[in-house]
Antibody
Framework: EVQLLESGGGLVQPGGSLRLSCAASGFTFSSYAMSWVRQAPGKGLEWVSA????????YYVDSVKGRFTIFRDNSKNTLYLQMNSLRAEDTALYYC???????????????WGQGTMVTVSS | DIQMTQSPSSLSASVGDRVTITCRASQSISKYFNWYQQKPGKAPKLLIYATSTLQSGVPSRFSGSGSGTDFTLTISSLQPEDFATYYC?????????FGQGTKLEIK
C-alpha cells in the first residue's frame, strides 16, 4: 500500500525551530518529486515547498523562503522540512504529498499523508 | 504569483442535483490545472488533473473543463459522499497555488 506518514509536529514558541519528517512506503520514493502543503485551522490549502527526486532542485513559497528547508534522504525513503524562525502564521497542519510525476515536480499530488500539526505560540 | 479564485465559496445542493464550481486564474495557465476534494478531518484527494483527466478510481459523474484562465468542475448527479470542500490548483508555475475552496453542503 502506498503510504506517507508525517511526524515531528508540535507546539513551539515564536522564533523556534521544528523538523518535520515524512516516511514513504509502497512506491519507489527516490523516483518521485515530493512536496509539503499546509492548511491553517479552518482555512484552505497552501503549497509550501517542493523537491525534485534527486534533491537537487527546491522550490518555496515566498513566505517561507530563507526560513524553511526541504530535503530528502532517499536511502531512508524520508522527506523532511526544517522550519526555523517560526511565526504564528506558520501554525497549520502540514501535509506531505507525492508528486504524480517522476524526477521533477509538476505540482499534481496523487498521494497525501494525514498531516502533522504545527502550532507556533508563546 | 498566480492567484486562483473559486466561486462560489459555498453551495447548498440536493442529492441528484447537477453542480458546477468555477475557478479563475489571474493569468493564463493553459491546461495546467487540478481539482481536489477534501472531507472533514481528511487529507485532500486528487479528483481531476490536467483540467479534464479523471484520477484513477474517481467516478465518471465528475468532469472538468476549461483552459487559459477559466475552469469548471461539474458533478452530474450529486451523491451523498460528494458533500465536501473542493479546491482548484494551478500547476503552471511555482508556487502551485490553490483556490480558497468551495464547500458543498447538503440542502
Amino acid at each position: 500500500e502506498v503510504q506517507l506518514l508525517e511526524s515531528g509536529g508540535g507546539l513551539v514558541q515564536p522564533g523556534g525551530s521544528l523538523r518535520l519528517s515524512c516516511a514513504a512506503s509502497g512506491f519507489t520514493f527516490s523516483s518521485y518529486a515530493m512536496s509539503w502543503v499546509r492548511q491553517a485551522p479552518g482555512k484552505g490549502l497552501e503549497w509550501v515547498s517542493a523537491l525534485s527526486s534527486s534533491g537537487d532542485n527546491t522550490y518555496y513559497v515566498d513566505s517561507v523562503k530563507g526560513r524553511f528547508t526541504i530535503f530528502r534522504d532517499n536511502s531512508k525513503n524520508t522527506l523532511y522540512l526544517q522550519m526555523n524562525s517560526l511565526r504564528a502564521e506558520d501554525t497549520a497542519l502540514y501535509y506531505c504529498a507525492k508528486d504524480s510525476a517522476k524526477v521533477a515536480t509538476i505540482g499534481t499530488f496523487d498521494i497525501w499523508g494525514q498531516g502533522t500539526m504545527v502550532t507556533v505560540s508563546s | 504569483d498566480i492567484q486562483m479564485t473559486q466561486s462560489p465559496s459555498s453551495l447548498s445542493a440536493s442529492v441528484g442535483d447537477r453542480v458546477t464550481i468555477t475557478c479563475r486564474a489571474s493569468q493564463s495557465i493553459s491546461k495546467y490545472f487540478n481539482w481536489y476534494q477534501q472531507k472533514p478531518g481528511k487529507a485532500p484527494k486528487l479528483l481531476i488533473y490536467a483540467t479534464s483527466t479523471l484520477q484513477s478510481g474517481v467516478p465518471s459523474r465528475f468532469s472538468g473543463s476549461g483552459s487559459g484562465t477559466d475552469f469548471t468542475l461539474t458533478i452530474s448527479s450529486l451523491q451523498p459522499e460528494d458533500f465536501a470542500t473542493y479546491y482548484c490548483q494551478q500547476t503552471y508555475s511555482t508556487p502551485h497555488t490553490f483556490g480558497q475552496g468551495t464547500k458543498l453542503e447538503i440542502k
